[in-house]
């Protein structure tokens, strides 16, 4: 198991095989790729967090993409291999891998697994044909379902996701779907209402009128929905959109919220290292240029200061159930709590039931969850 001290490392990988009309990830679509190249530039990438992180102990592995399951199974082993000469794992070490469920990834699972992965994360999206075309995802329903049946043959966790909320849904459809996906047996779900992001295809089709989302009564229909019957479930919401059994959470994904150190490499990748923000360029060729050029693919390692560090900590820790350590937010606000943290306005939401009330933590209530971006915009001095 992990523990408050322990790095989380994470890899992007940013090639995709088309793009999804809702993404806004760093991915990107080429021809070609020259797959030693991107081997030896993420190993140096990962040499150089190394030196900047001496004498730590690794809790988690994570692949992000763009589509890492297009990426050769010797790749992984070569950065999971580096990892772990760099640093001594935690046992237990989480070492987990997004995936596409099409055929074609599908038959790389055993190769992956056999390289160190035991955690994948499916981009299943959705379970029927028709929000699959919508969503412009290559795979069709069956050949995901065969793909998740592939990877729990062969990982030892798995998690997929699905978006919802989508528009013309309804409360019973979305009620079909979620017990599905409740039915075929992973140990975490990762569930997203859709979001219209700036940049993306979908942005530009609800400028003009032809993407309409469904109205903000309904879409807290669905989320609560969700939360109520993944509980019932045995799986409990452990973040806003992340849901598990218990013990099955993602020792990564949790690094972040709990606002531990972790290092990124590959493009577009950001870390936190002892008080610094770090950033990777962007674009693939800038990243490999600047990797060839350079050891590293860093365009920048800002520091944070105090404040800063604080707000980033309540930001993220307040998507949790388990919510904030207040006592822990003043140490790294290096000031007492009203620096970063309006108690007045907290004290008012906790008699409007949105805040729990405790001491110890700030965490936000069931009903305070719909409206966290309201509850952050209030909280934070």
Known sequence: MTDETDLALYVH????????????????????????????????????????????????????????????????????????????????????LEANPSSVEAARFAELAAAGVNRASLGMQALDDAPLRFLGRAHDAAEGLRALEAAQAVFARVSFDLIYALPGTSVAAWERDLSRALALGTEHLSLYQLTVEPGTRFATEAAAGRLVLPDPDLAADLFELTRARTAAAGMPAYEVSNHAR???????????????????????????????????????ENWLAAVERNGHGAEAETPLTPAERATEALVMGLRTAEGVDLARLARLAEAPLAAVLDERAVARLVREGLVAPDAHRLRLTERGFPVLDAVLRSVAA
């Open 13 to 96: 990988w940013p090639f995709c095989v088309s793009r999804c009309p809702y993404c806004d990830f760093n991915a990107h679509v080429r021809a070609s790729v020259d797959q030693e190249a991107w081997r030896a530039a993420l190993l140096a990438d990962l040499a150089h967090e190394a030196r900047a992180l001496p004498g730590r102990r690794l809790g988690s592995i994570f692949f992000g993409g763009g589509t890492p399951s297009l990426m050769p199974p010797e790749t992984a082993a070569a950065v999971i291999r580096a990892a772990t000469d760099t640093w001594a794992p935690a046992p237990g070490l989480e070492v987990t």
């Open 246 to 284: 218990a013990g099955a959470e993602s020792r990564h994904n949790l690094a972040y919220w709990r606002y531990r150190d972790y290092a990124g490499v590959g493009p577009g990748a950001h870390g936190r290292r002892g008080g610094l923000a770090t950033q990777r360029r962007r674009k693939p």
